[in-house]
């Protein structure tokens, strides 16, 4: 199911004289281990690409944590809470017609994008993930790092979901296939769990935060080179 809707608010073309690059992944709390190298930890994830809905956790250490305090039945989606991680995750499918140079082939990457973030978010796989993002784009890779650290630990995230809301009219070609589409990318309050340890972050300001999203169509495909914050000083 897409993560996409238009906005409801306005955002004029004036705010696009103030922008500035802000990371959408969140920094490491508590106790858990930071990973030595974010590029490797994250592309590691790859070795878990095999068919099925992940039971969550990228690894035995957190099989023994169930969310709804018990083994949910096959093909049954569990969310994730202080129990354990998210059971039987759906895993993301690609849209058809997403890799077309469109206002309409984007606006499917994107909600693609945000459905492969918020795969790994809940189950410590980024390999649908990291494909759609260009190294430029350093705050998704070191998110996709520390959150799979994070599940190799036998720790898990609760909420921090992804919503893309596109603006009506602020699609813009930049030119040598670079665009950027404003709007906003709603992220859900997050916990983390490791080690009996919680950990809370408040994500509502990003309920209100204008954001542009720029990408770039290169080899018949979009990939994300990163977000920029509308109105933030320079």
Known sequence: MHALRYLTQTLTLAALGALVLSGCGEKSTGS???????????VSSASNAAGGGSSGGATAEATEHFSGGSKAPEGEYRAADEQGPAQNVPRPVEPEGMNVESDEG?????????????????????????????????????????????????????????????????????????????????????YTYHDGEMSFVDNSASETEGIYFEVEYKDNKWVMNGIELVGADQ
């Open 32 to 42: 858990i281990p930071e990973p030595s190298d974010s590029s490797s930890s994250a």
């Open 106 to 190: 984007l606006e499917k990457f994107l909600g693609y994008w945000a459905e492969s973030v918020n795969y790994g978010t809940q189950t410590g796989d980024f390999t649908y993930a990291l494909p759609l993002v260009s190294e430029a784009h350093e705050a998704d890779i070191e998110y996709f790092a520390w959150t799979e650290n994070l599940y190799s630990h036998g720790g898990w995230k609760a909420g921090g979901l992804r919503s893309v809301v596109l603006g009506d009219g602020l699609f813009v070609n930049q030119g040598n296939g670079t665009y950027t589409w404003g709007g906003n990318l709603i992220v859900q309050d997050s």
